[in-house]
């Protein structure tokens, strides 16, 4: 398998490094934009759902998006998810379990990434999972902080070893 930063394979990463990122922007200024409609008082509603009628749809195609551009650089040669010819988590490096974070209103993103297919899957939920309770953060007189959102952090041991 070819490598390098012109590869496939490094492009593929690439993909999965900045599309999360850019639907999380994305998301962010849907929300934000929905959150001031509803400070102006143009609606009272939560948003995105239903928020001022634009922010679901906004959502919905940056996610697409999203999604679609790690399946273009590394679903093979058909560009989809579909397991003909993808890399493989391992091929790229990934985790092979989805952190059991919970997506406020939503489900759990744990669980094993087996195909790129779940990988995917598990990206798309992880960034909503940010998003959303970042997005909560913003609006405390809105809603309250989803108990979702506190997530309890392990600890690590690090053995530094003597030199004597």
């Not at 509803?38 to 939560?46: A, I, M, P, V």
């Not at 392990?154 to 030199?163: C, H, L, Q």
Request: glycine letters at 12%; proline letters at 7%; hydrophobic letters at 30%.
């Amino acid at each position: 398998m070819q490598s390098g930063t012109a590869s496939p394979l490094n492009s593929c990463q690439r993909a999965i490094g900045s599309a999360p990122t850019q639907f999380v922007e994305s998301k962010s200024k849907a929300l934000q934009k929905c959150w001031d409609a509803r400070l102006k008082g143009l609606h009272s509603n939560s948003c995105p759902t239903p928020g001022d009628g634009i922010a679901a749809g906004r959502i919905q195609r940056a996610q697409v998006k999203a999604m679609g551009a790690i399946c273009r650089r590394c679903g093979g040669s058909d560009l989809a998810c579909d397991g003909a010819g993808d890399f493989t988590p391992a091929q790229i490096g990934f985790v092979g379990t989805c952190p059991s974070v919970t997506v406020p209103g939503g489900s759990s993103c744990g669980g094993p990434i087996n195909s790129l297919q779940d990988l995917v899957a598990c990206v798309d939920c992880v960034s909503e999972f940010k998003v959303d309770c970042a997005d909560a953060l913003t609006v405390p007189g809105f809603e309250s902080y989803p108990t979702q959102c506190n997530v309890q952090v392990g600890t690590t041991s690090t053995t530094i070893p003597s030199t004597t």
